[in-house]
């Protein structure tokens, strides 16, 4: 079965210093790696995605994520953080195969941006 | 495009009853999904389509219905509504393939 674990439930990082929201997985096969953010009373919107290729994903809004195989870890990453970036981050992970493969969520990364 | 639009924001029901949460995408996507988002608990997938006819449970589908009779709409119903059915609901869409989800709003619904 295919997991996901973000274990870190809450960041702070100051305005202008660079932040990173960890996220590990678990699958059987090639992974799908997704994140989303989540503003309050919204929906999740999608940041980015590896699928395959460059181990480094760039994204929206400046943000971008690692993906390292050994570690089995899909990191996201943003050099300078702003207050508008505080909102709840989500990893997720498909894996590779054919027909309908289920999306499974980690439990969120609530990120605070002090000003 | 409205994208994926959900209704209603907000239900309050009473145990016992029964509801249907409305989903619909303007965008001809193939793949749809509900997931209840629970504190500390993620996104968990109720039930899920790959297409008009076509529906299949997810992890937690226990006391929810649903039917996909066209591309657009995909609606969730609640049985006999339960305080552990209190949550916040999301409805998803997306092509086929290696693709990201849309996500509607959400609507949240307590039971009382």
């Known amino acids: 079965a295919q997991s996901v674990a973000q274990p870190e439930d809450q960041v702070n990082v100051a305005e202008g210093n660079p932040l990173t929201v960890k996220c590990t997985y678990s699958v059987s096969g090639n992974p799908y790696l997704f994140w989303y953010v989540q503003y309050p009373n919204r929906g999740l919107q999608f940041l980015l995605k590896y699928i395959t290729g460059d181990n480094l994903v760039k994204g929206s809004y400046g943000f971008e994520a690692e993906f390292n195989k050994s570690q089995t870890s899909f990191h996201l990453k943003k050099p300078s953080a702003l207050v508008s970036d505080s909102a709840l981050y989500f990893c997720?992970?498909?894996?590779w195969g054919g027909g309908y493969q289920k999306v499974t969520f980690g439990t969120g990364t609530k990120l605070q941006v002090i000003p | 495009n409205a994208g994926v639009t959900q209704t209603p924001k907000f239900q309050v029901l009473k145990t016992g009853q029964s509801m249907t949460l409305q989903c619909a995408q303007d965008m001809n996507h193939e793949y749809m999904s509900w997931y209840r988002q629970d504190p500390g608990m993620g996104l968990r997938l109720i039930h899920y389509s790959v297409g008009a006819g076509i529906t299949d449970q997810g992890e937690v589908p226990n006391g929810y219905n649903v039917s996909r009779s066209t591309t657009e709409d995909f609606p969730l119903r609640l049985l006999s509504a339960a305080p552990s059915q209190t949550s916040v609901y999301f409805c998803?869409?997306?092509?086929?393939?290696?693709?990201?989800?849309?996500f509607g709003q959400g609507t949240r619904l307590t039971v009382v």
């Open positions: 998803a869409s997306r092509r086929e393939g290696n693709t990201e989800a849309f």
């Open positions: 997720a992970v498909r894996d």
